[in-house]
């Protein structure tokens, strides 16, 4: 028991009713949805050999659902964008298990989004960070990471959680951007014009877009993006985690939410990209195509960007890292997680650590800063 909540720690999200889960969070971002989380267990997407095991705790009153954090017991720290590697070769180097350890995230999605679900109850929440430490403790747990977390949630971890910053790149929407043409407008001369020049090289190669929603894809169209999504993978030498059964699940489940751009070359799909979106902003996660000159750049960025703008959408999220976005209208945003370490020592140790992480991250930022694509007001070219 925390207080007047009983702890239940769920290994099947499907156990759940999808009305229940989604009455903790205002729905706007799609990744914390049941549909999104319960599929990837449905689907062969987590699997425990792969350091996935679904791991939600959730607290109850009553027989009703009042908190939940969408969490997974990690063997590895493979598919989280917040790397910890470092942390467990000090562990290793003590003599100590570092793993498993609690996560408390989205599996495989570098994207910001409500991560401990309450609907309008703090208190609730409270105890479900409360809840969230206990359960390291008296499952001899290494610690808890919460990544990615909406900057709303700051104030709820309390001094003994670790704080990390990391920078992103990211689209936002300005005051008089009401077409693709706008966008260029505000941007410097050599950035406008490689732009145009990139979409140019596409354009002459006979490819065009079309835009599909869940409920529009064909099965022929949703089968041939999940082997972009393979095929880029395997170039990689990575093991892809989404099936085929997964895309058909969101395509069915959240039919708006899921946007493909299809990239056509001879009535033929050449590549695509895979994107969610949320209330006001496009999140962008997978990519696969041919070798083109531009096509990679036109079908993840430029097409969202045409979208969000025909939308009406303010924010595109086109996934982790890539300093070549900077150029491309993508601007430096700061995202979270918050990290809880059991052992009293290693907690004391990696607080310093993670303070000069974060010195070095606000540096890092403060300087994409100076590389802005955009005019200044005194800048006239």
């Known amino acids: 028991m925390t207080d007047a909540f009983e702890l239940r720690v769920l290994g099947d999200l499907g156990a759940v009713p999808a009305a229940q889960w989604d009455a903790l969070h205002d729905g706007s971002n799609p ?37 939940a954090a969408p969490g997974y017991l990690k063997q590895n720290s493979h ?8 942390w467990a070769n000090a562990y290793a180097r003590h003599g100590l298990d570092y793993f498993p350890k609690w996560l408390g995230g989205v599996p495989y999605s570098p994207v910001t989004g409500p991560r401990l679900l309450a609907g309008d109850d703090d208190a609730a929440r409270s105890a479900l960070l409360a809840a969230i430490t206990r359960h390291v403790q008296q499952h001899d747990l290494s610690s ?37 043409d706008d966008f260029l407008a505000a941007m410097d001369h050599k950035r406008r014009k490689n732009i145009r020049q990139e979409r140019s090289k596409v354009a002459k190669a006979g490819i065009t877009f079309v835009t599909r929603h869940g409920d529009e894809a064909s099965a022929d169209e949703l089968r041939a993006m999940h082997g972009f999504y393979l095929r880029t993978f395997a170039e990689y030498g990575n093991a892809p985690a989404l099936t085929l059964g997964f895309l058909r699940h969101l395509a069915a489940t959240l039919p708006r939410q899921l946007v493909l751009f299809l990239a056509m070359q001879d009535e033929q799909p050449i590549a695509g990209a895979l ?42 999220e086109p996934g982790a890292q890539g300093e070549h976005k900077l150029a491309r209208g993508f601007l430096p945003r700061p995202v979270h997680s918050h990290h809880w370490i059991a052992d009293p020592r290693f907690r004391a140790a990696l607080q310093d650590w993670c303070s000069r992480e974060r010195e070095d991250v606000a540096r890092y930022a403060q300087a994409l800063q100076q590389h802005s694509p955009f005019r200044t007001i005194d800048d006239n070219t």
Not at 79 to 86: N, P, Q, R, T
Not at 170 to 179: A, C, E, K, V
């Open 31 to 67: 990744f914390i949805s049941h549909a999104f989380l319960a599929g990837l267990e449905q689907h062969g997407c987590l699997r425990p050999d792969w350091g996935w095991q679904p791991q939600h705790l959730s607290l109850w009153r009553d027989e009703q659902l009042v908190a």
């Open 275 to 316: 994107c969610l979106r949320g209330g006001s902003t496009l999140y962008g996660r997978y990519w696969g195509g041919a070798p083109l000159p531009g096509l990679h750049f036109e079908t993840c960025y430029y097409q969202g960007i045409d979208y969000c703008l025909r939308e009406g959408l303010q924010h595109f």
């Open 79 to 86: 598919g989280e964008f917040v790397f910890d590697h470092a």
């Open 144 to 180: 808890a990471h919460i990544n990615f977390h909406l900057p709303g949630e700051t104030a709820l971890f309390d001094a003994h959680w670790l704080r990390r910053d990391d920078v992103q790149f990211q689209w936002q929407r300005q005051s008089g951007w009401n077409s693709f």
